[in-house]
C-alpha cells in the first residue's frame, strides 16, 4: 500500500432502506401495541380461569371491544391519515376495555392499547420534503420582488396627478 493514496470503498446501499422509509412514514410501534393489547385481551378471554364470567350483552361487548381494537392497530398502520380517529378510539376503548374484557385483559392489554393510543396521537407525519435526486439540473434562485411604488400623498386630488 503506498502512503497518501486511500481508494475508498463503493457506498453499499443499507439492506433495510425501503422498509425503515415505510416504518417511519406511519405510526408503526403505536399500531403494534394497540394490535398486541387487543390481541392479549381477546387470548384472556379464553383463559381456562374460573373467575372469567361472560353473560348476555356484556359477553358480546368482551369480544368486541379488543377485535375492534386489533381492527385499529391494523387499519392505523395501513391508512395514518386516520391516525387521530383510530388514536382517539383506541384509547376510548382501552379504558372501556377495564369493564368489558377481563379488567382489560388483566391490565396488560389495556396499557399497551392506552400506550399505542398515545403514540397514534402524539405521532406526526415528516414535512421535510424529499431530497431532489442529484442528477437534476439545479434552478436559479428567484428573484427578489420588485420594489413597489410609494402611495400618493391623500391630500392629492386626480387632477394633480395628471
Not at 1 to 7: E, Q, V
Not at 14 to 38: D, E, K, N, Q, S
Not at 100 to 129: C, E, Q, Y
Not at 135 to 148: C, D, G, I, K
Request: charged residues 15%; hydrophobic residues 45%; glycine residues 12%.
Amino acid at each position: 500500500m503506498i502512503a497518501g493514496r486511500h481508494a475508498s470503498a463503493p457506498a453499499a446501499r443499507h439492506p433495510g432502506g425501503r422498509w425503515r422509509r415505510w416504518r417511519r412514514g406511519r405510526p408503526f410501534t403505536a399500531g403494534v401495541l394497540i394490535t398486541l393489547g387487543g390481541g392479549e385481551m381477546l387470548v384472556t378471554l379464553r383463559a381456562p380461569l374460573g373467575v372469567l364470567l361472560h353473560v348476555g350483552p356484556q359477553g358480546l361487548a368482551a369480544y368486541l371491544v379488543p377485535t375492534i381494537l386489533v381492527l385499529c392497530g391494523v387499519l392505523l398502520i395501513t391508512t395514518p391519515q386516520q391516525r387521530v380517529f383510530y388514536a382517539l378510539l383506541s384509547l376510548v376503548l382501552g379504558l372501556g376495555s377495564w369493564l368489558t374484557s377481563n379488567l382489560g385483559g388483566f391490565l396488560i392489554g389495556m396499557l399497551l392499547t392506552l400506550v399505542g393510543g398515545a403514540l397514534a396521537f402524539a405521532w406526526t407525519p415528516d414535512k421535510r420534503p424529499a431530497a431532489p435526486p442529484e442528477s437534476a439540473p439545479t434552478e436559479a434562485a428567484p428573484a427578489p420582488p420588485a420594489p413597489r411604488e410609494p402611495a400618493d400623498p391623500p391630500d392629492r386630488t386626480p387632477a394633480d396627478r395628471a
